[in-house]
């Protein structure tokens, strides 16, 4: 049974950096492309960042160059590094992977930008 648990969310003001942690089971990992998404209120679900099995990493325009996704196989974490963090920022952060043509979620993360 696939299980994603993710942790490091919280309170920080505009500027500041965070980093969330997202701890798999129930798959190998290493074979896996993990993705972080977001939902603020009133808004849709959007991905943020994705990291392939080989490493290669893909983001969303409005998080380039501030947030880096990456990967601890040996962990069975993936790891989203929030830097320059702006209000727009505010959102629950969810960690994704599709196993057999189905998505699985964790809780989320609250991620709170705000002075």
């Known amino acids: 049974q696939v299980q994603l648990v993710e942790s490091g969310g919280g309170l920080v003001q505009p500027g500041g950096s965070l980093r969330l942690s997202c701890a798999a089971s129930?798959?190998?990992?290493?074979?896996?492309?993990m993705r972080w998404y977001r939902q603020a209120p009133g808004n849709q679900r959007e991905v943020v960042a994705l990291?392939?099995?080989?490493?290669?990493?893909n983001y969303a325009d409005s998080v380039k160059g501030r947030f880096t996704i990456s990967r601890d196989n040996a962990k069975k974490t993936v790891y989203l590094q929030m830097n320059s963090l702006k209000p727009e920022d505010t959102a629950v952060y969810y960690c994704?992977?599709?196993?057999?043509?189905?998505?699985?979620w964790g809780q989320g993360t609250q991620v709170t930008v705000s002075s």
């Open positions: 994704n992977t599709i196993d057999k043509g189905r998505d699985y």
């Open positions: 990291i392939s099995s080989s490493g290669s990493t």
């Open positions: 129930g798959i190998v990992f290493s074979f896996y492309t």
